[in-house]
Nanobody
Framework: QVQLVESGGGLVQPGGSLRLSCAASGSIISINNMGWYRQAPGKQRELVATITSGGSTNYADSVKDRFTISRDNAKNTVYLQMNSLEPEDTAVYYC???????????????????WGQGTQVTVSS
């Protein structure tokens, strides 16, 4: 089994910072893409940032110059540093791992997507 567990969410005032982390556990061989998505109340889930195993990044326009995504391939962990937070950033943030190769049930397996359970980020005074 492969599981993603997010942490680091919470309540912060406007202008503050948070650092989210997501650790993938299991007998993982490789993860191609990892990323962060968010879903605000009444809205669809949207991409925040992604990063490949080689370090290539992509950001939503709304978070450019404020958020930074990074990963530690050895630990199968992805991070999201969020600065200058705004109330509009309030959402449940989900971790994603795409194109995962892992070992389970006595064989090597491949999956397109794994998702974490989400962590709440609330920006409010």
């Amino acid at each position: 089994q492969v599981q993603l567990v997010e942490s680091g969410g919470g309540l912060v005032q406007p202008g503050g910072s948070l650092r989210l982390s997501c650790a993938a556990s299991g007998s993982i061989i490789s993860i191609n893409n990892m990323g962060w998505y968010r879903q605000a109340p009444g809205k669809q889930r949207e991409l925040v940032a992604t990063i490949t195993s080689g370090g290539s990044t992509n950001y939503a326009d709304s978070v450019k110059d404020r958020f930074t995504i990074s990963r530690d391939n050895a630990k199968n962990t992805v991070y999201l540093q969020m600065n200058s937070l705004e109330p509009e950033d309030t959402a449940v943030y989900y971790c994603n791992a795409d194109r995962v190769v892992y070992y389970g049930r006595d064989s090597f397996r491949r999956a397109s997507d794994f998702w974490g359970q989400g962590t709440q980020v609330t920006v409010s005074s």
